[in-house]
């Protein structure tokens, strides 16, 4: 005999429910697209792609699009999500006018999309400014990183069907090979290029492209008022993209480099000699603290600097490996891992544990990219590779609509929270929705655990500054 131990109370299920919504707060990302101005940039942008006059707005679509991909959403299907709720976020366009207009999307098209990103994250920030007080802050070894932090990145995205420019790539398998550049402070995708598979890593046009779409992503008050760091792993160590970003200030862009370098044999022979005679000291961890078994050193007339701009310093950083670190036959030697960088910031602008604390935190990136491909670019919809492009740059949109919603309506954990926690926790919640006074009111459960959390971001949500004229 099976001793029955259920505690869970007997439900009968039934298909009839009136005023019941779910992703609920979803709403906040479609409300956060049309008080920074996005929602009307994108129409104005794609206001020519409009086929007949009562048909779907363009730009309605695009910023539906990419909240249903903010949202969780992985194909076009997944629209049925907000537009079989009407009552919570309006009319919202069939399968098949999605298709069109992403089939439609040139490059004219996306730069005009990109253009229409680029005011709203003007407003954003403006909001953000008005009330903080200023943009997050990224740090490194416990101090702050002073300006802007932009990360440079490529990753491989798997295709398990035939689609074109999916090809073989440098890891054995198939798929494309797309470049991304993130905003550290604030998360947010500023750039990023759909490349074939069997593209380089570290092909210096491609960075260079990334980067000064990156760039014309940040207004313009800030991209000549602010220091601007730029960060990469060895595949940024190319003479051409360094020789590029100490160009950026004769444009009076504040710009510095921060790159990883591969061990070559000069290299080899820099940190031997290094060993032998010039000082070691600890390396710091994130909080400002020694790093157990690590120690930095500088190389700085050490490294032949052929092709490098004036005054690129290197610095290197010994450690113990770590369990299923890939070690060079040089590290197996030696005993220990060793990574370089350079780096143009001068003496005198933070130690060398600062500057190498500092680069250590180009790591994050690979998050980024890791729940980047849980919104939007992880699978792409379609064979035509035009299709591909306009799916990529609806996706970073909707990490940009994810990272405004966080900075600019939730705070603690939620603020810092990864998407999928942030659709687990907020996003998704079902509510009930009701009519009175003349008033349509969202009623979220009073016995979910973050149910102020989400009632106060659409309260904060009301209280943001809209721009004038």
Not at 23 to 43: E, M, P, W
Not at 138 to 143: F, N
Not at 192 to 203: F, I
Not at 336 to 356: I, K, M, W
Request: glycine letters at 10%; charged letters at 20%; aromatic letters at 6%.
């Amino acid at each position: 005999m099976v001793k029955r131990t259920g505690t869970r109370p007997r439900i009968v299920v039934s298909a009839d429910g009136r005023g019941v919504v779910g992703h609920a707060g979803a709403r906040l990302l479609t409300d956060i697209a049309d008080v920074t101005g996005l929602t009307g940039a994108c129409s104005d942008a794609l206001a020519g792609l409009r086929q007949r006059r009562g048909g779907h707005d363009p730009g309605r679509i695009a910023v539906d699009l990419a909240v249903t991909l903010a949202d969780g959403g992985e194909t076009i299907s997944d629209l049925a999500v907000i537009r079989d709720q009407a009552a919570l976020f309006g009319p919202v366009a069939s399968d098949p006018t999605a298709w069109r207009l992403l089939s439609i999307m040139d490059s004219a098209v996306l730069r005009r999309l990109a253009a229409a990103r680029a005011q709203a994250r003007d407003i954003a920030w403006a909001q953000r400014i008005d009330t903080h007080g200023g943009l997050p802050q990224t740090t490194a070894a416990g101090l702050p990183i002073p300006g802007l932090t932009l990360d440079l990145d490529a990753s491989i995205v798997i295709c398990h069907s035939e689609k074109e420019a999916a090809t073989p790539t440098w890891k054995k398998n198939f798929g494309y090979h797309p470049l991304f550049c993130f905003l550290d402070n604030t998360r947010e995708a500023l750039s990023g290029l759909l490349r074939e598979g069997r593209a380089g890593s570290n092909t210096t046009a491609d960075h260079i492209t990334v980067l000064d779409d990156a760039l014309t992503q940040i207004p313009d008050h800030m991209r000549h008022g602010t220091p601007i760091l730029i960060r990469s792993d060895s595949a940024g160590c190319t003479h051409g993209l360094l020789t590029h970003i100490r160009s950026l200030r004769k444009q009076g862009v504040d710009a510095r480099f921060s790159v990883g370098v591969a061990i070559t044999e000069p290299i080899r022979q820099a940190i031997l000699t290094a060993k032998q005679h010039l000082p070691w000291v600890p390396a710091l961890d994130g909080d400002g603290e020694p790093r157990d078994g690590a120690d930095i050193c500088e190389l700085t007339g050490l490294v032949p600097d052929d092709g490098y701009p004036p005054g690129t310093r290197f610095i290197v950083r010994r450690e113990e490996p770590h369990p299923g670190a890939q070690l060079s036959l040089f590290d197996t030697v030696e005993g220990l891992r060793h990574q370089v960088f350079a780096t143009d910031t001068p003496p005198g602008n933070g130690s060398t544990q600062f500057l190498e604390a500092r680069h250590r935190g180009h790591a994050r990136v690979e998050d980024r990219i890791r729940t980047g491909k849980d919104t939007g670019f992880g699978r792409f919809p379609s064979r035509v590779f035009a299709i591909n492009q306009a799916w990529l740059q609806l996706a970073l949109t909707g990490i940009d609509l994810l990272a405004w919603t966080q900075m600019l309506l939730l705070n603690g954990a939620l603020a810092t929270a990864e998407p999928k926690k942030l659709r687990y926790r907020l996003l998704h919640v079902a509510a009930r929705i009701t009519h009175t006074a003349r008033q349509t009111r969202l009623r979220i459960a009073e016995t979910w655990p973050w149910a102020t959390d989400l009632a106060t971001a659409f309260t904060r949500l009301n209280g943001l500054p809209r721009p004038t004229g």
